[in-house]
Structure formats: C-alpha cells, structure tokens
C-alpha cells in the first residue's frame, strides 16, 4: 500500500516563503483536494514532491522509503506521477507517440534502438487500452497542437497514468476548460483506479466537493487546515481566506 | 617586473575593449534573452565607417568616432525592430542562425566595399608616443583605452543604477511580463537598449582598431571572443562582463607574452573551466 | 467502429515504413549511383557531399532529433580525421580497419566532452561546443610534430579494400566506398531514429521538464545520442582522411562546424533526408558560387540561412512533406 508523506517541507526563493512546514500523508486509495488562493504555494508543493524543486528543509517518503534525495525522474520511476497546470505534452508528436513515449518509460523501454515485435505489439495495446480509457481513440494518429484544449488536458492526465503511477497529483486538471468540457475530464478523474492514492489541485469548488474525501486548505505557502469537505465548507477562516482576498474566485466558492 | 606591468597595462587594455563591445550584448540578452551572434558586426560596422569617414570625408579621429558611433546606434534599431524580434522567444538555436546569417552577410558587404586585407585607422597624433608614470613607460594609445574603459563603465553604472531608465531596464531583466504589467513600454525599451550597446560596440571597434584589427571578416573572427566575455560574466549584470572581459584579457595577454603558442588555448580553457564550474556565469544567477 | 479506425491508424504508421523495407536506402543508392554515371568527371567533389552529407547526417540525429544544439559538431569529425590518418601512418593501413578506429575515436571524445558539456544548457551549451573545437584545433595546430600542424597531416595511404579495390586517381573506389559507408550509415541512423530511443530523443527536444516527470533520466540519454553523433561524424572524418590522403586543420574549424549547421537548417532538421538534401543543394551551390567569388557566397548563405529561419522553419524538406500530408489527408478523406 502506498503512503506517500510530507514532513515539514519548507522552501524559501531568497527571503519570499513559498512552502513553509508542510505535513501531510496520501495513502492508497485516497482522494484529497488541496485549495488555496493564487499564490498559495499548491504547484511548487507539486514542484517539491516530484523532485522539481529542492526543498530548504523536510522530508519527503514514500513507503518509508527517503525521496528527497533522489532526482525528478528517480522520484517519477519510484511511483509519483504528476500532470501540470498548463499542458506540457509533446506538441509537434501525434497523440500515439505522446503514449508511446511515456509507455517505454515505464517499461524502461526508452533506450532501446531495436524493439523486438512481441514488445511493440504490447506498447500498442497499451496505447489502446489507455486511450479507450479516455475516449481519445480517435485522436490516436493527430498531433497533439491540431487536438482541442479539452482534449489536451485529457491528454496530460494520459501521459501520467501511462507511467502506472502509485500516487498522482492533478494540477488544476480542467483549467482554461470550457464548464462544459471539463465534465469529461471529471468523469475521467472519478474514474481512476482505486487503489491509486490522488491529490488534486483545483479551483472550482464544485469538482472539489465532489471529488474529495479529505480537503488540505494552503494559504501563504502553510497549510490552514485539514478536514472532510464539510468541515472545511464551514471554516470560518477557509470562507474569509477567499471572500476576503480573490474575487476573481468567488463565482466557483458561492453558486 | 617590467614584464607583469606590461602584461597588466596590455591585458587590462585588451579587457576594456571587449568590455565596451560586449557590453550592449550582456544588457540586450538580459533584458530580451535573445543571442545576437552579429553583435560583433556592430563593432565591425563602426571601425569601417570612422575609417571611411575620416578618408573620404577628411574629419578628424574624433569626429570620425563620434559620428560613427552615432549611425551605427541609429542602424541598428530597425534590425532589432524587424529582424531580431521575429526570433524573440525561439529556440537558442533559431537566434544563434538568424545572426549567424546576419555575420555572413556582413562580411560579404565589407569585403565589397573595403576589399579583404586590413582597414586603417589613423589614430590622432596626440596619442601615439609613450607616457611615464613612476619608473616605467607605457604606450600613451593604451591608457587612454584604459580610461575610455574606466569612463564607459562609469557611465553605465550611473545609468543603470541613477537614472529612471536604468530602473526601468533593471525591472524588465528581472521580470519583462511584470514591468510591461505595471507600464513600462518594453518595446521601446528593446530598441534604446539595443541601439546603446550596438553604439558602444562601435566604440569599442573604433578604439579597439589598433588590437583588434578591422577587416572584413572581424564578426567572425572575433564572435567568439564577444560571447565568451557575456557568457563568462553572465548575461545581463555590468560587473560580470567587465570582470570576465578582464580575466579574458589578461589570461589571453599573459599568455601571449609568457607562453604565446598557448595564448588562444589557455582563453578557451579559461572559458571552459568557468562555464564548466558555473554554468550561468561568474555574476549570473542561476535559473 | 472506433478500435478498427485505432487499429488501421497505428498500423498504417508502421507499416508505411514496412511495405518496401530499406526504401530510403535504395532510393539513396540508385541516386548515388546515377549521379556516377551522370557526373563521371567530378567524382572527387561527389565523394566529397557523400561524406559531407554523412556528417551532416550525424549532426541530425543530435541536433535534428534530440534538439543538442551544438556548434562545434566538427570536433568529432576532425578526431576520426586525425585519429584514422594517424592509425594509416603508423599502424596498419587497412581502410576499414582505420574507418571503424576513426569512428570510435569521434565518440569517445563526444562522450568525454559530452559528459561535461551536457550538464549546461541554452547559451552555455552552445558556447562550450564551440571551445572544444576551438581547444582542439588549437591542440592539432601547435602539435605539429604529430598533426603536422598548419600544413595538415599528409601522406595517408590506405590499402585496396577488401584488398581488392585499389584507390585510383578517377576516384572511382573512393566515390563509391563513401557512398556505401554512407548507405549503410543511413540505415543504421534510421533505425536509431524510429527506434523506442529516437522517440524519446524527439520528446526530450520537444519537452525537457515533461520527460524529467515521466521518469526519463534526460542527461543520459542525450549523452549516448551524443556519443552516437560523434561515432557517425567520426565515420566523415575517417573518410575524408582515407579519400583525401590529407587532414587539414580546417577539418576541425568554427566554418566547419557552422557550414553543416547551415546545410542541415536549409535542408531541414527534422527529418533525416533533409540533411541529404541540405548538403547537396549547399556544396553545389557553394561550388559554383565560390567559382565566381568567394566572398560573394556568402550573401548567399546568408540570406539563405536567414531565409530558412524565418521563413521556412522545417527547411527545403518541408517543401515536399506538406504538399504529400496535405494529399495522404485528402485521399485518406475520399476513401
């Protein structure tokens, strides 16, 4: 069973505090949303549990077993998959090979210049399987900047769930998703695979609720509090936290 | 004795002069992240034109520099405006060929109006001969290349770090989304930035002629040399350019004298060594 | 409905490449061979593209594929030149012999000066590339005991190949010994290219961070590509020594290095034919144009070059692969 635990994790960028005593758990199986205003530090917290960023101080496990030694694509090959915030993929490659690439990672395949056929053929219904998964059958010979946004984003979660992670982190899975698109994109999230442990980030509260079984609230690089999504829905401090500082997000915090 | 005020009198002359060309290249790809592997050219362009000046036209060196300086400032902000603004954002690699394009074309125009050998200039009477400070006699042409050092890297810090200008560009090398977002007009900025340093890398060709000599092929022979100083000091900071133009300069000049068949190795295991030690430069910061 | 159309797809990717193996390979040879029949007088100069065209090719694969933009790629090249032309004169004159040592001496300096280069990016990167071709020029320049220096290392005679096949002064062996290193070494490139390893070579040139994310240890795997660069380039150099009976200083040089680059951009970088393509339309352009100026040329590269950049990103290649996408979708839409 995969535990993936946070330590008190801290990051200063010179004197600016991005990540300040971080702690938390995800274990398999979990579902946890982790909000919090613009700024708040939920993508470098990402940052730091891939590898991306070093952290100033804390520590980082999975299984027990130390990460925040090792590399990014150490820490990727011991289980920990992430999407991002805005779609990194492989833009002039078709949607095939975007797989393709991330299934020979997994398979440890990517160094190999003769691929012998039987391996191929199981890359292939890798591909399939994944794309069936998520709709993206069709796309599977387009290239990727000829593919709609919503699209795109499925594609992101894709590359991350070929790597058959243990843990995912979602960042922000449907942003700059039209309300209606981004449905699809739920639909897929709901639909992973139990026994996978996900922290999502994400900004409108309505996937949030329901998505998440347990809720981390960020604010200024610290967590303000953890609890189920009723808990939190009654939080003094979470509503003044967005009431008083974004208005920009209200319209996801009230309808 | 005799010796190292020599290496140190040449050396630190020969860093002057790559400091006051490469200069305008360490702000502009501070501030647009843009290589300009023609910037040398500017330098070039400045050398041909005072010499022609002062040939065809019969001015003096100074009016020869002034006037140079000046057009080559002037020519060089419609190539930034419409040539060099078209890659801003591209890969190193589309930059590095534009202008790479750019020294071709270059030297194939200089060697139709100059012809292949060396170009002249005449530099004025008053600093030919040799001075005496103390017990030792130097050429008088070095030390004013000295000052002429000294001055432009007064007047650069007083820009950068007096004047609103210098905050405005300051700002845009930080953070250009961020200074557009609070109204600095980077636009116009690019283009002041880029005319300043392809005027100071006229200077610099113009005062430098005696070193490094002007002929048609100059922005190739010496791109290296220009990127090298950027590269070593880190782009965008003023103290790292006249730092590695310095070190450059002396490690290539004390070779010439103590070693010379090793002087151009012992410049690029220079470069080698800090860019292998410290990738983003002696006063870079890291990314 | 949906599966048939995903199976059809992916195996119509495969198998574009599968119905007539080693096309590009034979449409190379007949090509090459045509250009004897049709150029019987200038063999010296084909055998000269041929092997400029294989280090072109090797320069494809690091810069092209996997997005390494150096600028001192003929620093390999000059090692096999100088290290094939060494092993002639001193050890044993067997041209493959020497062609294999010249190869390897290409990417054992790419490996050892990738493994420091590699570690840097952007501008760094492209400013170490050029300080090493430029470290050992200068070292070939001042060791002239050895390199013979500014003259070149002259006096490399290799043996008839296979023993049978004697260098002749038409350069008969010489055109078509290149032409098979470079048939061969495009089949071999190839292969790399479609492989498990090119794919993810393409996604590192495309998205860096991501392959970091996906697991992928980038720095490695550009060092092997970048070592495989410097074995092809080492080939060229190999080549040029055993053809050319001479190592010039020049094999080594900053034009060297630039001139390819050029070649590859014109042709188009993204695919392998470009470099072919590339070489050819610049060294005959070249030869003719420097006939009537050298210094004229050089608007022409210019503008060329400039021209490649701004106007036509994927070079001369792109010219003839949008056309065939654009009719592969209309046929694909009528059927």
Known sequence: ?255 | ?287 | MAEVTLRRAAEATRAGRRTVPFLPEIILAVVGVAAFFLFPDDLAFLAQIVITALFVLSLSLVLGQAGIPTIGHAAYMGTGAYVAGLFAIHFNQDPLLGLLIGGLAGAAMAAITGALLLRTQHLTFVMLTIAVAQILYEIANQASGITGGDNGLSGVAVNPIFGVFQFDLYSHTAYFYSLVVLVISYFLIRQVVESPFGLTSRGIHSDRERMLALGCNVYRHLLIVFTIGGLFAGFAGALSAQVAQVVGLSSLSFSTSGDALVMLIVGGSARLPGALIGTVVFMVIQHVASNVNPYHWLFIIGGLLIIAVLVLPGGLISLVDKPAAWLRQRRAARG
């Open chain 1, 1 to 255: 069973m995969a535990e993936l635990r946070i330590d008190g994790i801290c990051k200063n960028f010179g004197g600016l505090v991005v990540a300040s005593d971080v702690t938390f758990t995800l274990s398999a199986g979990d579902r946890t949303a982790l909000i919090g205003p613009n700024g708040a530090g939920k993508t470098t917290l990402v940052n730091l549990i891939t590898g991306a960023l070093k952290p100033s101080s804390g520590t980082i496990s999975l299984d027990g077993k130390p990460l925040t030694r090792l590399s990014q694509p150490a820490r990727a090959q011991a289980g920990i998959a992430r999407t991002f915030q805005v779609s990194r993929l492989f833009r002039d490659q078709t949607v095939g090979d975007n797989l393709r690439i991330a299934i020979h990672q997994q398979r440890r395949q990517s160094l190999r210049v003769v691929q012998p056929r039987a391996d191929a053929d199981a890359v292939e219904a890798q591909v399939e399987r994944i794309l069936t998964a998520l709709r993206l059958q069709h796309a599977v010979g387009r290239e990727v900047r000829h593919l709609p946004y919503g699209e795109q984003r499925l594609l992101e979660i894709a590359l991350a769930l070929a790597l058959e992670p243990r843990v995912l982190l979602l960042d922000e899975p449907a942003a700059g998703v039209p309300r209606g698109e981004s449905e699809a994109i739920m639909e897929v999230v709901a639909a992973l695979p139990a026994d996978l442990a996900v922290l999502l980030i994400e900004h409108d509260m309505d996937l949030v609720f329901r998505f998440a079984r347990k809720i981390i609230v960020l604010a200024s690089g610290a967590v303000l509090t953890v609890g189920t999504p009723e808990a939190v829905a009654a939080d003094g401090r979470v509503k003044q936290l967005y009431f008083g500082r974004e208005h920009d997000e209200h319209r996801h915090v009230v309808h």
């Open chain 2, 1 to 287: 004795m005799n010796l190292l005020i020599s290496i140190l009198v040449d050396g630190v002359s020969y860093g002057m002069i790559l400091f006051i060309i490469s200069i305008g290249l360490s702000i502009t790809m501070g501030l647009m992240r843009v290589v300009n592997m023609a910037h040398g050219g500017f330098a070039m362009l400045g050398g041909f034109f005072a010499a022609a000046i002062m040939a065809w036209l019969g001015l003096s060196f100074a009016a020869g520099l002034a006037i140079a300086t000046v057009v080559v400032a002037l020519v060089s902000v419609p190539i930034e405006r419409y040539l060099m603004r078209l890659v801003y954002g591209r890969h190193v690699l589309d930059q590095a060929l534009l202008s790479i394009g750019m020294i071709y074309i270059i030297i194939a125009a200089a060697n139709l109006l100059f012809g292949s050998s060396i170009t002249t200039l005449q530099i004025p009477h008053a600093l030919t001969g040799w001075v005496t400070i103390g017990d030792h006699t130097m050429p008088k042409y070095r030390i004013f290349i000295i000052v002429a050092g000294l001055v432009v890297l007064g007047l650069l810090w007083f820009a950068i770090e007096r004047t609103s200008f210098g905050i405005r560009v300051r700002a845009a090398v930080d953070n250009s989304a961020i200074a557009q977002s609070v109204g600095i007009n980077t636009s116009l900025l690019y283009s002041v930035a880029f005319g300043i340093g392809a005027g100071l890398a006229a200077l610099g060709g113009i005062i430098g002629a005696q070193i490094m000599p002007m002929e048609s092929t100059y922005a190739l022979k010496y791109l290296v040399l220009v990127l090298a100083v950027v590269t070593v000091g880190g782009m965008g900071t003023v103290t790292g350019s006249f730092v590695a133009a310095l070190l450059l300069g002396l490690v290539n000049t004390a070779a010439i004298y103590l070693v010379p068949s090793l002087a151009s190795v012992a410049f690029y295991i220079a470069m080698f060594l800090v860019l292998t030690l410290r990738p983003q430069g002696l006063f870079g910061r890291s990314a």
